[in-house]
């Protein structure tokens, strides 16, 4: 797999629902890889008012054909009624790190480890 194939995820998630997300996710095995970086305060807009929280940042990689599938997938289990869930393209990077990505996020959660 190409680095170009790979995509990065990035959620913001409720710090209590991180860790289940994020092993729901490759469970699923619709990602390779999750980091759940704690400690994100965030300040936005929502419904005509500034609003501030504490939040987890969720960072996710997967194969471009599995980058709807994955955000369907958060957006089914997160909390928020409009979550924040972007899809990031990869420009470079290890083409081991991509293929590794490749062959771990299968989307098929019968495949087990490799």
């Excluded at 995509?7 to 980091?35: G, K, M, Q, Y």
């Amino acid at each position: 797999m190409d680095p170009a194939d790979v995509r990065v995820i990035i959620a913001t998630v409720p710090p209590d629902d991180a860790d289940a997300l994020a092993h729901s996710l490759l469970e699923r095995r619709l990602i390779a890889c999750a980091n759940v970086v704690p400690g994100i305060r965030s300040h936005y807009w929502w419904e005509g008012t500034i609003e501030h929280g504490e939040e987890s940042l969720l960072v996710v990689k997967a194969p471009r054909a599995l980058a709807d599938r994955v955000v369907d997938a958060i957006r089914e289990r997160h909390r928020y009624e409009n979550p924040e869930v972007l899809v990031l393209p990869v420009e470079g990077g290890s083409e081991a790190y991509a293929r590794w990505v490749g062959r771990e996020a299968t989307g098929r959660p019968d495949d087990g480890p490799s």
